[in-house]
């Protein structure tokens, strides 16, 4: 099973920028689809995008469409997420997720998370 830690959180002003980057050990990478995923409080979590094994397919939530951008690097067994013009409201713990089989949104979706790492946006 492959472990995974995220990093790159932090605070930031609305329209600002970061990058969350996801690191995995335990498991060769390159089988695994790689998702991010973000919890607000009290809120559920939510899918925020996704990639395939070689990175030619990603897809994404509409709430972040065209200012996200999920990448892989399998050489360096790390998943990132670029996250462009944010908003108050992408505010929440950010999680990596993995998993061998399945290639969808849902939670049940990954078997494997990292601990997540916060994003707070402030207006």
């Known amino acids: 099973q492959v472990q995974l830690v995220e990093s790159g959180g932090g605070s930031v002003q609305a329209g600002g920028s970061l990058r969350l980057s996801c690191a995995a050990s335990?498991?060769?990478?390159?089988?695994?689809?790689m998702g991010w995923f973000r919890q607000a409080p009290g809120k559920e979590r939510e899918f925020v995008a996704r990639?395939?094994?070689?990175?030619?397919?990603?897809s994404y939530a509409d709430s972040v469409k065209g200012r996200f951008t999920i990448s892989r690097d399998n050489a360096k067994n790390t998943v990132y997420l670029q996250m462009n013009s944010l908003k108050p409201e992408d505010t929440a713990v950010y999680y990596c997720?993995?998993?061998?089989?399945?290639?969808?949104?849902?939670?049940?979706?990954?078997?494997?998370w990292g601990q997540g790492t916060q994003v707070t946006v402030s207006s």
């Open positions: 990639i395939n094994r070689n990175g030619s397919t990603r």
């Open positions: 997720a993995a998993d061998h089989t399945n290639w969808g949104t849902m939670v049940t979706d990954f078997g494997s």
């Open positions: 335990g498991s060769t990478f390159s089988p695994y689809v």
